[in-house]
């Protein structure tokens, strides 16, 4: 069986470092590596106008904004189909024939639709299409036969919904869906990167993000000012690394190369813990040295940012390519769901034979 991608980012705003180390740089990887068939990347357009449908000239901007952070980190539409959500028509009716199979108290239940609509203040009233987006995302993934998609463990249970789907599909009508299982992060930080703040997740709508595309005078701002162990105060005083920001980021970004090129005095990060700890390190050295290790990624990326965003209509391009190349892939998954589902009545000669003898009789 062949082995494809499935993976996507909501166009609400400009891409953050969190995304980079959350999914960007592994899908960099996967698309390289060889291991996959096909790789599928999604702009879910749709999706995220469930919960801005009275704003959409904010997604329809951000659109070039996620495609051009896209092939800046390095996604080839060479190696992977970059497509943007809406312009794909079988999606939303491969959601409808799914709707049939899911009960309102199994997505009540789901931890990750419960969460979405508590930080959203959605508890009084709920958007339909909000409440439905894991059947959607289902769709989404099952449209493209994915055998795997990458994503952090807020998204567990969203792919388990889909696992859920796919199975009932499977069992009533026949075999046509594909089971995906879930990739996650090797390094467990990288799950979920705290914003700058301290707070859970790092989130566009909280504006606790480093952008891939701000400049190194407003990383350095918001690197400095990052929130760190509030009871280290003096230098002398012992600092705490548990829920110390700085050291979380380091954590998910950091190599014992970078210390040989920009902090010699220490061998690995264990060694700059123990400092911190015991007291003696100020927290702003760590911040300087945190800061030199992003620009060391971010750099590269924005400068081939600058060099994208000289030629928007090639973009735009891209991914019509794209979506056309989508829209094919999904089409033979629709046409394969009608007729497991048997209502390919055009082209089922079968039933035009049974009911010609059933009225001839």
């Known amino acids: 069986m062949a082995k494809i991608i499935l993976t996507g980012d909501r166009p609400t705003g400009r891409l953050h470092i969190g995304h980079y180390v959350g999914s960007l740089r592994e899908r960099v990887k996967l698309q390289n590596s060889g291991t996959y068939d096909k790789i599928f990347i999604m702009i879910a357009d749709a999706q995220a106008l469930t919960d801005n449908a ?43 024939y ?41 769709a989404d993934i099952t449209a493209f036969q994915a055998t795997t998609v990458p994503g952090g463990e807020d998204q567990v249970p969203m792919l388990e919904q889909t696992r859920e789907i796919v199975r009932k599909f499977n069992s009533t009508y026949g075999k046509a869906l594909t089971e995906p299982d879930i990739l ?3 390094n467990e930080v990288c799950q ?10 790092m989130s566009k709508s909280i504006g606790n993000c480093i952008y891939l595309s701000e400049t190194a005078d407003e990383i350095k701002k918001k690197v400095m000012n990052m929130y760190t162990d509030p009871d280290h105060i003096r230098l002398s005083d012992p600092g705490k690394i548990t829920g110390n920001t700085v050291f979380t980021y380091l954590d998910a970004f950091c190599t014992a190369e970078h210390f040989k090129r920009y902090l010699p005095d220490y061998d690995n990060l264990d060694e700059l813990k123990t400092h911190y700890q015991r007291g003696g390190l100020g927290d702003v050295k760590v911040k300087k040295f945190l800061y030199a290790i992003l620009m060391e ?4 990326i924005k400068k081939r940012r600058t060099e994208l965003e000289k030629n928007i209509p090639a973009i735009y391009k891209m991914l019509q390519d794209g979506s056309q190349k989508a829209r094919a892939v999904a089409a033979q998954t629709l046409k394969a769901v009608k007729s497991a589902m048997k209502i390919n009545y055009f082209d ?14």
């Open 297 to 300: 990624y971010l750099e590269p």
């Open 184 to 186: 996650l992060p090797s």
């Open 348 to 361: 089922d000669d079968e039933l035009i034979k049974e009911q010609v003898k059933r009225f001839q009789r």
């Open 98 to 138: 799914y709707m049939n199979l899911v009960t309102v108290s199994r997505l009540q239940r789901n931890p990750t639709v419960k969460a979405e609509i508590q930080s959203r203040n959605f508890e009084a009233s709920i958007p339909v299409g909000f409440f439905t987006y894991p059947i959607s995302q289902a």
């Open 192 to 201: 979920r990167l705290p914003g700058i703040d301290g707070k859970a997740k």
């Open 54 to 96: 009275d704003n959409p000239e904010k997604i329809r901007q951000n659109i070039i904004e996620v495609a051009l952070d896209y092939l800046a980190c390095g996604l080839d539409p060479e190696k992977s189909t970059i497509f943007i959500q809406s312009q794909i028509p079988q999606l939303p009716e491969l959601c409808a």
